[in-house]
């Protein structure tokens, strides 16, 4: 009778379990609880069969806890890497706006009033237009190219989106009209 429960045991051990804390902890307390129910139904001899069951299905319960634990841990290692990634992501898009716009503000700041003396006696009143219609398009969001005086097709381009958008005649050249119907919307 006894052999039973020892090839029992035997075989339990034979399955590779992982041999941790845990889960012998589990296969002790299991066959605590087999040794005392068994001993209560069968007397000396039922005591060894419960203590043989309780301790394998108590190794068995400890084995899966186990695993179950070792799946949490990994779930939450993959959530702290999704969160690591999404501040990654957060702190690059922030950067990026940052960067747009310092660009915008150094492209639309104020020119000193000594500066305007000086480019306005080197160019003509048209170089001052274009200019100032450059920089209205760049904070109304369309790309007239490099901010300067200098009439260019990208600068064209830009003027015949706005016009196309206001409803106004299209001719991509920059005006006093059309740079104060900018200024009135937005520019």
């Not at 002790?28 to 005392?36: I, K, R, V």
């Not at 203590?51 to 779930?75: F, H, L």
Request: aromatic share 4%; proline share 4%; glycine share 10%.
């Amino acid at each position: 009778m006894r052999k039973i429960p020892l090839a029992l045991l035997i075989v339990l051990c034979a399955l590779n379990l992982p041999l941790q804390a845990q889960i012998f902890e589990q296969g002790f307390g299991g066959a605590l609880a087999g040794a005392m129910l068994g001993s209560l139904v069968g007397g000396r001899s039922g005591a060894a069969w419960g203590a043989a069951i309780g301790g394998g299905v108590g190794m068995i319960e400890g084995a899966n806890q186990r695993e179950r634990q070792k799946e949490a841990e990994a779930a939450y290692r993959r959530q702290q890497q999704e969160r690591a990634a999404w501040q990654r992501d957060d702190q690059r898009r922030r950067q990026r706006e940052m960067e747009l716009l310092a660009a915008r503000q150094e492209c639309c700041a104020p020119v000193p009033a000594m500066a305007v003396a000086t480019s306005t006696a080197a160019s003509s009143p048209d170089a001052l237009i274009v200019l100032e219609t450059k920089k209205s398009l760049i904070r109304m969001g369309y790309n007239p190219g490099p901010v300067d005086n200098q009439l260019n097709s990208q600068t064209v381009e830009a003027i015949r989106a706005y016009e196309v958008k206001y409803s106004l005649l299209v001719t991509g050249r920059p005006s006093q009209e059309l740079l104060k119907h900018m200024l009135q919307h937005g520019g």
